[in-house]
């Protein structure tokens, strides 16, 4: 009984994203199913996800919560549901009580996105599967000097895609920065939230600075002039994951199972 | 014209191994028929590994040499290699042109062996497709403590499956130690060479003594006793990859080309 939050990881490389949709395979259609065998119901159950990944995209930390017709304690649930997931590319990995005015999207406060690149002229399979290959020299410093621009709160309108869901295209970032190890980087980004596409659009274009395709004054620009016609090409969706979600609550209070 | 070796890296999960077999996909069957096809050759071209890697073992670099009938730069070789590879899960990283005396195998001094497991009582679909996942506590120090008497020159007997090629099973191992980061163990073991399943049996026994199950006395007699049947079980190939392998001659001397 009662409101449950859920984190889950995922490997999104064989998902059509996190969004349930008829006749392809999803992440939330994956797990409603499997939420509704472990709560022993045969309809279906309503998960609310804190945000959606597109296609290809994996998560190491997304977030949703659904209302509970069973009392199962958080140990059980958490073992029926993967029980019943009965796949290698998602997993429930851990489960919290939360009450029934918490809403995994609306109190989530912070999320953070990876995105990975390999630098590598010949093909990396070791690597592939969760990077985005550049076969061109990429300055380290150039691709902070793009990062560090998009600090703060800005009209995002030049880096979202049409087809998102939310009127306002201003967002607050807190944090954005790349790092370089060996033949890996690994740009971090935090923020109060993000539009469709915003950042495999944001990586295509500071990309394209640290490549040398444009200038940092040209990315300022685009950031300025709210045209997405202006913008870079979007990076591939294999090389971004959710990473983590941050809650105005800490989750810690709440009865809980975490593995 | 003349003798050259390839550096590669695979993911392993889709072979059947690194040795040509029939009717079955190998590392060493898609390998020699690009090479083949890069030399213009109707005929097959052999390719004399460093070492054979089990079906499902990955290698960051494994090293395989060949003798050419073309006079293909080792650029236009490696990238021709690559294209008729037409396969996501090997690449070919580097080409140098040796001397017809040099030995992909014979010629290695020493070869390094990556193993990882991540620990977690659940799934992890983002790790486990390079990592064998553990649900038990594994106390690190206990682990080192294992890796750290397999040092030295000994008979691994008893961590050598049948069905290997070689008589001797005496090694000399230089470096055998684990280091945690997180919830992932990774093992590095550098040795003269590796008898058949050794590290993936050195792992399996190795493991059972971090998890309480062989008492370290346990694991020096089994190390002792030359006796396949008192270690423990082989550790899952998914986790194991071969990691470097160094010859007596830099190959920075030679013409090569490297990516």
Redesign the interface.
């Known amino acids: 009984m009662g409101r449950r939050l859920l984190k889950i ?3 999104g490389t064989n998902f059509c994203g996190w969004q349930l949709q008829p006749d392809v395979r999803t992440v939330q259609g994956e797990l409603e199913r499997a939420v509704s065998k472990a709560a022993g119901k045969n309809t279906r159950t309503v998960l609310h996800g804190a945000g959606r990944t597109d296609a290809g995209v ?1 998560a ?1 930390s997304q977030m949703a919560h659904f209302d509970s017709h069973s009392s199962h304690s958080c140990h059980t649930y ?1 073992h029926a549901i ?1 029980f019943w997931l009965s796949t ?6 851990a489960i919290y009580e939360v009450p029934d005015n918490f809403h995994a999207r609306f109190d989530a406060v912070k999320k953070t996105y990876r995105y990975s690149i390999i630098l ?7 690597f ?3 990077c985005t290959r550049i076969d061109r020299k990429v300055d380290i410093n150039s691709l902070n000097s793009a990062a560090e621009l998009i600090k703060g709160t800005h009209d995002f309108a030049s880096f979202t895609a049409s087809g998102g869901d939310t009127e306002s295209t201003v967002r607050t970032i807190f944090n954005s920065h790349w790092i370089r190890e060996g033949d890996m980087l690994n740009y971090f980004i935090e923020g109060s939230g993000f539009t469709y596409n915003m950042v495999r659009n944001l990586v295509g274009s500071m990309t394209e600075v640290g490549c040398g395709g444009f200038s940092l004054k040209k990315f300022e620009s685009i950031l300025e002039c709210n045209d997405r016609k202006q913008a870079g090409p979007t990076a591939p969706p294999g090389g971004l ?1 959710l990473y983590e979600i941050c809650y105005g609550r800490s989750l810690s209070l709440f009865n809980k199972y975490e ?1």
Not at 88 to 93: A, C, E, N, P
Not at 120 to 126: A, N, V
Request: glycine share 0%.
């Open positions: 990881e995922y490997d994996h190491l958490l993967n290698h590319d998602i997993s429930v990995r590598s002229e010949t093909k990396r399979p070791l592939e599967r969760y994951m593995t």
